[in-house]
């Protein structure tokens, strides 16, 4: 369901958590920010859509 604000907006039904150190995640965002996402979340995303592209270009 959409919420009032942005009624395109995908709801997310899994979470996935995943430790790491506070150097990796200032990592994540600084890259993030570079990148121009405003979250690390959207940035990760971004990755993975990234790579699902290439996938998908590279099957014949």
Sequence with gaps: MANKKNPDRVNK????RVRVTNEEHEK???R???NGYRTVSE???S???D??????????
């Design 13 to 16: 039904d899994f979470m996935i």
């Design 28 to 30: 994540f965002i600084q």
């Design 32 to 34: 993030a920010k570079e």
């Design 43 to 45: 940035f990760i995303r």
């Design 47 to 49: 990755l993975i859509d």
């Design 51 to 60: 790579e699902q592209e290439t996938e998908t270009k590279s099957t014949p």
